[in-house]
């Protein structure tokens, strides 16, 4: 029953927001409130969603100071180089932009933190993508792939949590997976390029399209006696330019966060002078953010403080600079803890004990032997369908402990569990995928239908070259 019901609330959820027949976060509330009632958890669903509040909470922190303090680092320029530099090696095609988002991307994944790289990969890019016509979709869905794909990395999450619930070593796990990666990290930029050269395409046929309806405009005042002034030079540029300028405000009104205006060299909250103390600061934070010795959140805290001290002295610019980027605070932290009360009422009903149990006992006999190749197959949906936490301390262990009686070392376990984190990072679960897309201004369901399919086809292939290695046994 409880097996039904989990899997049962999981599709509904998504049903709703793909058909965006509701929210995200009404969805991730109602949901399992319903389920959980209907499990039989009565007024116990108010601990249930407490516990995964409070599991969730420093989650939740992190990401509000993290959105104000790199919300200053834009304000005050530190990122304008980057855009400067990305903006002068694109030449204004969106097949480069793409492939050097997904190279951005996967050089800020290396410090293990999605949200960090979701920021500055949006911050930096995301008005280009405006300014180019180039759909944000694609920014979200090359960032996500490539991330995800580097969410493998020891110190990302799911590597450590293998190890530690396998009692092994996380450079066991690890290093023979990176033939594993660098091919996942490969198809990566293969799917950068076809987006980008989709986009290249798709911009050209709206520009040739412009330019024919400006020419029939043209032939239709001549005809009606407009005379050379609609036959210009002038008149056709400035009827499409003016439709290409008119495409850049609408999508420029669209897109979300506090990126919108950060290509704008004469902001008033500029801070030149600044420049390589905020460099200083954001550096500072990188490296003891990778050297994991203070609380991410506590981290975060402290950074913002100095950061709204050091560029806005005057208490009146601080509560401006925060107000700046309320809304993405809003709307991040509202999805963060809305998905509290699913992973709270998912553990808590005993939904995650009971489907694990009910997958390792559906299993057949013939599938022993290839249980690694199991594991990293279910890893697929269930690392999507739930935590990571979930799947790599709850399903993880019994799937291993089954897998030794094969012959299977846990070790050989871990790797092949890890091979679906690209689909886990586009889970509607994960805070960070939820930051990419508001700051982005796009829809969970707009993001979903693009990415899903190229998630599932990187995880495979890492799992199919892991095979090939003999780092995962067939």
Same mark, same amino acid.
């Not at 033939?179 to 798709?202: K, N």
């Not at 805070?431 to 990419?436: E, K, S, V």
């Given at each position: ?111 293990? /933190?999605? =949200? $960090?790289?979701?920021?500055? *990969?949006?911050? @930096? &890019?995301? !008005?280009?993508?405006?300014? #180019? ?117 609408? /999508?420029? =009104? $669209?897109?979300?966060?506090? *990126?919108?205006? @950060? &290509?704008? !060299?004469?902001?008033?909250? #500029? ?117 990571? /936490? ?85």
């Amino acid at each position: 029953m409880l097996v039904a019901l989990g899997l049962a609330m999981v599709a509904t959820f998504m049903f709703l927001i793909i058909t965006k027949r509701a929210t995200p976060v009404v969805a991730l509330i109602l949901v399992p409130v319903a389920f959980g009632l209907f499990a039989g958890a009565g007024m116990g669903i108010s601990d249930m969603i407490t516990d995964g509040i409070k599991d969730l909470a420093p989650t939740a922190a992190m990401l509000f100071f993290a959105i104000i303090y790199f919300g200053i680092m834009i304000d005050v320029g530190l990122f304008d180089p980057i855009v400067r530099g990305v903006v002068k090696a694109v030449r204004a095609d969106p097949a480069r932009l793409v492939v050097g988002t997904a190279l951005l991307a996967m050089i800020v994944s290396l410090d293990g /933190d999605g =949200s $960090t790289t979701f920021i500055i *990969v949006t911050s @930096a &890019l995301l !008005p280009l993508y405006l300014k #180019l016509g180039v759909s944000p979709v694609v920014l979200t869905v090359t960032a996500g792939l490539a991330n995800g794909t580097l969410n493998i990395l020891p110190w990302g999450g799911p590597t450590a949590r293998a190890a530690a619930a396998l009692g092994i070593s996380p450079s066991d796990v690890f290093i023979p997976m990176i033939p594993s990666l660098v091919a996942g990290l490969v198809i990566v930029l293969l799917f950068s390029y076809h987006l980008g050269v989709m986009e290249r395409r798709r911009i050209g046929k709206i520009v040739i399209r412009e330019s024919v309806l400006s020419r029939e405009n043209d032939a239709v005042l001549v005809g009606t006696g407009g005379g050379t002034g609609g036959t210009g030079g002038s008149g056709r540029s400035g009827g499409t330019t003016g439709g290409d300028d008119a495409a850049g405000e609408s /999508d420029d =009104s $669209t897109g979300g966060g506090f *990126v919108g205006n @950060a &290509l704008d !060299p004469n902001r008033a909250t #500029l801070r030149p002078k600044l420049f390589w103390v905020n460099a200083a600061l954001t550096i500072v934070l990188l490296a003891v953010l990778g050297m994991d010795v203070i609380a991410i959140p506590v981290l975060f805290m402290v950074a913002a403080g100095i950061a709204l001290v050091i560029n806005f002295p005057h208490v009146k610019d601080q509560q401006s600079a925060i107000t700046r980027h309320s809304s993405s605070i809003v709307s991040v932290v509202a999805m963060v803890l809305a998905a509290a009360v699913l992973t709270g009422v998912f553990a808590g009903s005993g939904m995650v004990e009971a489907i694990a149990e009910w997958l390792t006992s559906i299993l057949p006999d013939a599938m022993g032997p290839h249980l690694a190749v199991v594991a990293g197959v279910l890893s697929i949906p269930f690392t999507f369908l739930m935590s990571n /936490d979930a799947f790599y301390f709850g399903i993880l262990p019994v799937l291993s402990e089954t897998a030794t009686t094969y012959g299977i070392a846990p070790v050989e376990m871990a790797r092949a569990s890890i091979t679906g984190q690209t689909v886990h990072m586009q889970s509607p679960l994960v805070p960070a995928i939820l930051l990419l897309v508001s700051l982005a201004g796009v829809s969970l369901a707009d993001h979903h239908k693009k990415v899903l399919w190229r998630a599932v086809v990187v995880s495979l292939a890492m799992l199919v070259v892991g095979v090939l290695v003999g780092s995962i046994p067939f």
